[in-house]
């Protein structure tokens, strides 16, 4: 069973940090690249992030470039979002999603949501003012 578990959300103030982990089962991690998306109330769901694990390469929404980082470890099969600088504007549920990569490094758009295979649950990120 494919299983991805966003969890590390909570409440915090503006200018705060939290870090999200995404834990993957399921399938064959090396294989997929991770995203990360949210969705703020009566928005539509938006990336944020992206992972490459055929090379590396990352991908950030233009709204969190230089205040989020992506990363993983894969012996863990886990991919981690660590934001800073928290906006108000941060707020919404955070999911992880995973999009498969038939050419290591090679992905069509991987800030497309509608290009990912496989959904968790998200985790509820608020920024307070």
């Known amino acids: 069973e494919v299983q991805l578990q966003a969890s590390g959300g909570g409440l915090v103030q503006a200018g705060g940090s939290l870090r999200l982990s995404c834990a993957a089962s399921?399938?064959?991690?090396?294989?997929?690249?991770i995203g990360w998306f949210r969705q703020a109330p009566g928005k539509e769901r938006e990336a944020v992030s992206c992972l490459s694990n055929g090379d590396g390469t990352t991908y950030y929404a233009d709204s969190v470039k230089g205040r989020f980082t992506i990363s993983k470890d894969n012996a863990k099969n886990m991919v981690y979002l660590q934001m800073n600088s928290l906006k108000p504007e941060d707020t919404a549920v955070y999911y992880c999603?995973?999009?498969?990569?038939?050419?290591?490094?090679?992905?069509?758009?991987?800030?497309?949501?509608?290009?990912?295979?496989?959904w968790g649950r998200g985790t509820k990120v608020t920024v307070s003012s």
């Open positions: 999603a995973a999009i498969r990569e038939l050419v290591p490094g090679r992905l069509g758009d991987p800030l497309n949501k509608y290009e990912y295979d496989y």
């Open positions: 399921g399938f064959a991690f090396d294989d997929y690249a």
